[in-house]
């Protein structure tokens, strides 16, 4: 299977973030995050187990009460069920991996058309 971001529908999440969904397996899937300057993902936590690589920008994380700072080419783990928050620093891109496939989010999203898009099934996997 082979993703060309540009055809990829963009969700407006609010606050600042757009998400794309790139795709996903039988037990993985990947997001592509496009984050304004000091826009947040509030502390949350899921049952996934997350792995993400800043592309561009950087994040103010918080991850179990361990915080941190990075930038462009930093990754990070975040085991199931752990609280976690992401505050973007500058504009920021990213890629996330989930596992299991995460297919909730916890906030309203609109496509960029502006019709609200809550949490349709994806139609890539391999």
Known sequence: MYVFRSKLEKFDM?????RQYLGESKKLN???WDMADKSVV?????KQEQFGYVIKGGFKMDI??????????????IPANVLH?????GQTEAIDLFTP???????????????KAAAKKPSRKY
């Open 14 to 18: 609010g606050g600042g973030v757009i």
């Open 30 to 32: 990947a997001q592509h």
């Open 42 to 46: 509030k502390m949350h936590k899921h």
């Open 64 to 77: 179990g009460g361990e915080k941190a700072v990075l930038k462009a080419g930093d990754a990070y783990f």
């Open 85 to 89: 928050e992401f505050i973007a620093v």
């Open 101 to 115: 496939v995460k297919k909730d989010f916890p906030w309203m999203e609109k496509s960029q058309t502006g019709k």
